[in-house]
């Protein structure tokens, strides 16, 4: 399995990935650093809950399991984050300029795990907003 970059609440969250990051930024009341060439450019993110379906599924079809398989909730723009997190909570934005180094916008295609059974049904929105939550109350 290749999973997109994981979001969500787990007991070992990452906060260098685009929505955990974010998500403490706003729960901290501090802006959102934001490199401003890469707002619109696209990546594969797949939820907590999806890697855990996406491994189920894996397990359960061992004897399908040939090749490389993309598990991913959805591919995202920094732009949709953003706004899945203006709708919880108003937060400032701090633009910065970077050179682009090795940040390419791209969609993955994750039909093959589909084909599996695979359903993806963590929502970007519902996450933020539970780990909003969880990062307020500690």
Not at 4 to 24: E, L, P, W
Not at 76 to 84: E, F, G, M, T
Request: glycine letters at 6%; hydrophobic letters at 35%; proline letters at 2%.
């Amino acid at each position: 399995l290749r999973l997109g970059t994981i979001f969500g609440n787990s007991v070992g969250m990452r906060f260098h990935t685009a929505i955990n990051k974010f998500c403490y930024q706003a729960a901290f009341e501090k802006s959102l650093t934001v490199w401003k060439q890469n707002y619109t450019q696209v990546r594969p993110y797949l939820g907590i809950n999806d890697a855990q379906t996406a491994f189920i599924i894996a397990i359960n079809n061992k004897e399908k399991m040939k090749g490389t398989f993309n598990v991913l909730t959805g591919n995202y723009s920094l732009n949709d984050i953003i706004d899945s997190i203006q709708c919880l909570k108003k937060v400032q934005i701090e633009w910065t300029d970077t050179p682009l180094l090795n940040q390419y916008s791209y969609n993955v295609n994750y039909d093959k795990i589909k084909q599996l059974g695979y359903i993806p049904c963590d929502s970007l929105e519902w996450e933020i907003g539970h780990t909003l939550k969880l990062l307020k109350h500690n």
